[in-house]
């Protein structure tokens, strides 16, 4: 019997050599299965080999295809890209808060205070650090307990210690369906297996998250309330008391992702369940990824477990960045930022739906990013790649989907990173390239 590492070397080689062709469609896994004598078992173990070297993507009742070679392997969305135009990277940095980010370092690089900054940071920081950040995640009529309060160096690590702290090598968590790509990485290196849940438009459906749980308990959930990524879709406030009294009738925890929370006045889902909802936030969107520093704001019973998981990571945030995030938010800074991000968000978001009007999307008018769709003709690898070809960095929904090798026929659009002349010019060329006949796209 062929082992499936061999064969998927074999289909390797084909597509390396070309007679494999970007955006040609495999065989049903049963019928490859047939055709090479082997078992059912061991077909989809090969599929599965390859999607992993991101070699091929599945897309909802469509099938599977080989991926071009122009388009992002895995993990996506984690690093700069080198395409002219980057729509794959949502980091908004406005040229009006250069000056406020210069008056803050300005206060803190100063020689009674330089000292004080390049000290090491535990995970708790100091009081007067976390009463601080306490008013400053404050939103709607939610204030986190100053005393639970964590630091890490970035979003992405203040999600890893809040995974690692509930759950072990082997254990499962909830996640939607589409989510946070980085997620997958986060839960692949801790040995976590992911559930993905059902979503509807405002979310994970309830029904889902219980029956999910009963077929095997869930050590947590992981979810994006407001604002969502990929969908842009928002939970409104009946759905958040769904979820909160599921995770109160089953003293299951949520790690609620607050990344976009800034842009909105929505309560966030620890509003409703503060025992059983781990707040995860960051600098990165509301003021610049190079001002780096997260933020987890934790039920009390789960502050230990989450500072040592943040120390056996060595996720803590470090001394310099969090004198600088501090000044920030004591000034008013961020605050500022985050408001002038809100109205540049609904601008942005405005021009993309004039630009793609009639085209199925999936978004908010307050949101940084879009879902869109593609029709019938095009496939998501393929679209991206035409857009590569033409200096234009996207994402396919593969990067999203947790289900294995089965993305929807989509792509996310971030809308935050090139200027809004750049970003006009880059969604009309996307709109015309949609209404090519794929047949002469190169």
Excluded at 329 to 339: E, F, L, M, S
Excluded at 408 to 424: E, Q, T, W
């Amino acid at each position: 019997m062929s082992d499936f590492r061999e064969i998927a070397d074999a289909i390797a080689c084909d597509i390396a050599s070309g007679r494999l062709r970007p955006g040609e469609r495999l065989l049903p896994q049963r019928e490859f299965a047939y055709q090479r004598g082997i078992a059912a078992s061991t077909a989809s173990r090969v599929y599965a080999e390859l999607s992993r070297r991101g070699l091929i993507s599945g897309e909802v009742g469509r099938g599977t295809f080989i991926r071009s070679a122009l388009a992002q392997s895995d993990p996506a969305l984690t690093e700069p890209a080198f395409a002219p135009l980057d729509l794959e990277l949502n980091f908004p940095i406005l040229p009006e808060q250069a000056a406020d980010l210069l008056q803050a370092f300005h206060s803190t690089l100063r020689l009674d205070t330089i000292h004080q900054a390049l000290q090491p940071v535990g995970a708790t920081a100091s009081l007067p650090a976390r009463t601080i950040v306490s008013g400053f995640l404050a939103r709607g009529g939610w204030t986190p307990e100053a005393a639970n309060i964590l630091f890490t160096g970035n979003g992405k690590q203040a999600i890893a210690a809040a995974v690692a702290a509930l759950a072990r090598p082997g254990d499962r968590i909830g996640v939607e369906a589409l989510t946070y790509p980085v997620v997958k990485g986060i839960a692949a290196r801790l040995g976590v297996s992911l559930v993905p849940l059902k979503l509807d438009a405002e979310g994970i459906v309830p029904d889902a998250l219980l029956e999910a749980h009963q077929a095997g308990p869930l050590n947590a959930i992981y979810l994006q309330p407001c604002l969502h990524n990929p969908l842009g879709i928002t939970m409104g406030v009946s759905r958040r008391r769904e979820i909160a009294r599921i995770l109160q009738q089953t003293d299951m925890i949520a790690i609620e992702d607050a990344i976009y929370g800034f842009l909105t006045d929505a309560e966030p889902l620890a509003a409703l369940a503060p025992d059983h909802v781990i707040v995860v936030d960051s600098f990165s969107k509301r003021v610049a990824p190079g001002v780096t520093l997260g933020f987890i704001a934790s039920p009390a019973h789960l502050c230990d477990r989450i500072a040592g998981a943040i120390r056996a990571g060595a996720w803590s945030a470090s001394g310099l960045p969090l004198t600088v995030g501090l000044q920030l938010i004591v000034d008013g800074a961020a605050d500022r930022i985050g408001k002038l991000k809100r109205g540049d968000a609904v601008a942005r978001q405005a021009m993309a739906r004039d630009v793609l009007s009639g085209l199925r999307m999936s978004s908010d008018p307050r949101a940084y990013h879009l879902w869109l769709e593609l029709p019938g003709e095009w496939r998501a690898e393929t679209f991206v790649a035409a857009a590569s070809k033409r200096g234009i960095a996207i994402c396919g929904g593969s990067a999203f989907a947790v289900g294995p090798g089965h993305a929807p026929n989509a792509v996310r659009i971030a809308l935050s990173a090139p200027p809004r002349d750049a970003l006009l010019a880059g969604l009309r060329m996307l709109r015309s390239l949609i209404g090519e006949d794929i047949a002469d796209v190169g």
